[in-house]
């Protein structure tokens, strides 16, 4: 049963062409991270929303957006890929507060292309 | 600044040998540390999590230890099988300023051979 499903598993896009990542939960956790991970590098937060609240990371670029329109859905904005935006892209969600885990849970995540 | 450091970068064994992953970290206060598997081209995947009180805990054959006076973890694998052949991220979560978000390692490349 999956639990965070990314849609498309894999991503391919030209150069400067804007390109959009999603992520759903049935977790019904309240909050949702996207992470950029490249090879044999450990998963770079880009930033992450609690409940409504967006955080953004300080090093993310400006290229990069999300939205989180209820608590199933987030999606990843990258307005203008460059080749250097090409890497794995995961999202995790994770319960903050009463009954916390504290685990964070991944999807399979997006590989993205950019040509 | 909260750093996550692993050993090896890679390392390849046989199958049916024994293998053992070093994290050492340098977050602080410490509230706890997790050991993810991620298969190529997956998510990464819970294996165990640890508290400042626990010193060991156990998932079949995979076996962390945790010296908080040291700061340093250890992610022992038994008996290795084809299907171990992953990345094994250490992720380590402190208190800093209440903060939730945690500090990853940069993962260690296991490849079991037949």
């Known amino acids: 049963d999956a639990m965070v499903i990314q849609n498309p598993r894999y991503q391919v896009t030209q150069f400067g062409k804007p390109v959009t990542l999603s992520c759903s939960q049935t977790?019904?956790?309240?909050?949702m991270y996207w992470y950029q991970q490249k090879s044999s590098q450990a998963p770079k937060l880009l930033f992450h929303y609690y409940d409504k609240d967006f955080n953004n990371e300080a090093d993310t670029p400006d290229n990069f957006q999300s939205r989180r329109p209820n608590t199933s859905f987030c999606f990843l904005d990258i307005r203008s890929p460059g080749l250097g935006d090409a890497a794995m892209y995961l999202c995790?969600?994770?319960?903050?507060?009463?009954?916390?885990?504290?685990?964070?849970?991944f999807g399979p995540g997006t590989r993205l292309l950019v040509l | 600044k909260n750093q996550v450091e692993q050993s090896p970068q890679s390392l390849i064994i046989l199958e049916g040998k024994n293998c053992t992953l070093q994290c050492n970290y340098t977050v602080s206060p410490f509230s706890n540390l997790r050991w993810y598997k991620q298969d190529t081209g997956r998510g990464p995947v819970s294996l165990t999590i640890m508290t400042f009180s626990e010193n060991t805990k156990s998932n079949g054959r995979y076996t962390a230890t945790l010296d908080a006076d040291t700061k340093q973890s250890s992610l022992h694998i038994t008996a290795s099988q084809l299907s171990d052949s992953a990345s094994y991220i250490c992720v380590v979560r402190g208190l800093s300023g209440g903060s939730y978000i945690p500090t990853f390692g940069r993962g260690t490349s296991l490849i079991v051979h037949p």
């Open positions: 977790l019904n956790h309240n909050v």
């Open positions: 995790a969600t994770h319960r903050r507060g009463a009954g916390d885990t504290e685990t964070q849970y």
